[in-house]
């Protein structure tokens, strides 16, 4: 059973624009929400991640928007680059020790 | 810097051999680390949580005889795929957590012919 739902499956966006990703979640024990980009060939790297004791975190052109009541968390790319164009997962676990659990994935096109 | 190293990046083995990858953790010792499958334009699904000195535990679905872990000290993590079938081609995936992050090996893409 999927944990973690993830959308859009792909998205196309004009370089300059905002890519949104959206992730929602079931288990309220969750603790931990990161973000990672996929090359092809190439395993996932971690973009940013957040806690739920805030409800959002920005690193550059990254934020994640987090909503604990709606069990609900996004991504946001600012001025999107043909370069940002990967493979999107979101995640979620319980503490420390535990596996993450992985959204599908969203395949992002930054066109020139 | 990568702190979680696995070999090989790619290997191409022929069916009915055994394959065998490795994890190695280059900063901190991991008395834990996860094996990940990832099919073609899907996600990465886990298949087994690795722990240093005693048996692994295998997500439902995957067979233990087949997909053998090995977690004999706190830098590596072996997976073995015995037996290969050109089902099993995949990229496999290794990771390890810290308190703050979760951190991935580069990946093994397996294709068996």
């Known amino acids: 059973q999927q944990q973690v739902k993830q959308s859009p499956q792909s998205l196309i966006v004009q370089k300059g624009g905002i890519s949104i990703i959206n992730c929602a979640y079931e288990n309220t024990a969750f603790d931990y929400f990161p973000w990672y980009q996929q090359f092809p060939g190439k395993g996932p790297a971690l973009l940013i991640a957040?806690?739920?004791?805030?409800s959002e975190k920005k690193e550059g052109r990254f934020t994640i928007s987090f909503n604990k009541s709606a069990k609900q968390f996004s991504l946001h790319i600012m001025d999107s680059q043909p370069g940002d164009s990967a493979t999107y997962f979101c995640?979620?676990?319980?503490?420390?020790?535990?596996?993450?659990?992985f959204g599908k994935g969203t395949s992002l096109l930054v066109t020139p | 810097g990568a702190v979680v190293s696995q070999h090989p990046s790619r290997v191409i083995c022929k069916s009915g051999t055994s394959v065998k990858i490795e994890c190695r953790s280059l900063d901190f010792q991991a008395t834990t680390m996860f094996w990940y499958r990832q099919f073609p334009k899907q996600s990465l699904m886990l298949m087994a949580t690795s722990n240093e000195g005693s048996k692994a535990t295998y997500e439902q679905g995957v067979e233990k005889d087949k997909f053998l872990i090995n977690h004999a000290s706190l830098t590596l993590s072996t997976l073995t795929v015995t037996s290969a079938h050109p089902e099993d081609s995949s990229f496999y995936i290794c990771s390890k957590d810290s308190n703050t992050e979760a951190f991935f090996g580069q990946g093994t893409r397996l294709t068996v012919v």
């Open positions: 995640a979620a676990r319980l503490n420390s020790g535990y596996a993450l659990n």
């Open positions: 957040i806690r739920p004791d805030v």
